[in-house]
């Protein structure tokens, strides 16, 4: 069954990262970073990090679906096409409304100008 984005992803346009349910934390969704991939580039001696959906349980994460179709798209991640191709990853998600094209695009308004000033 297809799984849908949930109301609060911050991959939507949408959605302010501050009303993200049970707390929102600057510092670890600046952290997420390290889950994007250099489009096209792949490492095979690092494990495939992927963003979790907030939703998710800490024993049980699910994939962003946010994350996931940008990743499989713009985002050019090789290591995680090769995850759908070999049953690893379920792509089989829905994103809901517009989306931010990058991961950047993702954190609050402040947490960028902060970053473009240093």
């Given at each position: 069954?297809?799984?849908?984005?949930?109301?609060?992803?911050?991959?939507?346009?949408?959605?302010?990262?501050?009303?993200i349910p049970d707390g929102y934390?600057?510092?670890?969704?600046?952290?997420?970073?390290?889950?994007?991939?250099?489009?096209?580039?792949?490492?095979?001696?690092?494990?495939?990090?992927?963003?979790?959906?907030?939703?998710?349980?800490?024993?049980?994460?699910?994939?962003?679906?946010?994350?996931?179709?940008?990743?499989?798209?713009?985002?050019?991640?090789?290591?995680?096409?090769?995850?759908?191709?070999?049953?690893?990853?379920?792509?089989?998600?829905?994103?809901?409304?517009?989306?931010?094209?990058?991961?950047?695009?993702?954190?609050?308004?402040?947490?960028?100008?902060?970053?473009?000033?240093?």
């Amino acid at each position: 069954m297809t799984r849908k984005q949930c109301k609060a992803c911050p991959w939507k346009v949408t959605t302010d990262p501050h009303q993200i349910p049970d707390g929102y934390s600057v510092e670890k969704h600046e952290n997420l970073a390290g889950t994007i991939a250099d489009p096209g580039s792949i490492n095979i001696r690092q494990p495939l990090r992927m963003m979790a959906c907030h939703e998710s349980k800490n024993d049980r994460p699910i994939t962003c679906v946010g994350w996931l179709v940008h990743q499989l798209g713009e985002g050019n991640n090789i290591a995680l096409r090769l995850g759908v191709v070999t049953g690893r990853v379920d792509a089989d998600v829905e994103t809901v409304g517009p989306q931010h094209e990058r991961f950047e695009d993702t954190l609050p308004a402040c947490s960028v100008k902060k970053k473009r000033k240093a």
